[in-house]
């Protein structure tokens, strides 16, 4: 239930490629809290999934920090005529 919550909370404030990054790492750190707190028994390919999972939201987290900030592409109808209106209002 505390993935569906914090999936939830990330899909009203964030933008959709980190809210799908931030949905698995809490999967991945429920993991963890799951092995540490509650003692379960896991699989190692549970453990190197949460491992590949959190190294590659790293990844991409590190690369999209240096790239420069992109236009908004314009490519579908309607697009120009939103973006006039995104204008108006600053």
Do not use: M
């Not at 999936?7 to 993991?31: E, H, M, N, P, R």
């Not at 509650?38 to 949460?50: F, K």
């Amino acid at each position: 239930s505390l993935i569906g919550l914090s999936t939830s909370v990330l899909y009203k404030y964030g933008d959709a490629i980190i809210s799908k990054y931030a949905a698995a790492c809490s999967a991945a750190v429920l993991l963890v809290l799951e092995i540490v707190v509650w003692r379960l028994p896991t699989s190692s390919t549970n453990i190197i999934g949460a491992f590949i999972v959190v190294t590659a939201a790293a990844v991409y987290l590190d690369i999209a920090v240096k790239l420069p900030p992109q236009a908004w592409p314009f490519d579908f109808p309607g697009a120009h005529a939103i973006a006039r209106c995104a204008a108006t209002e600053e």
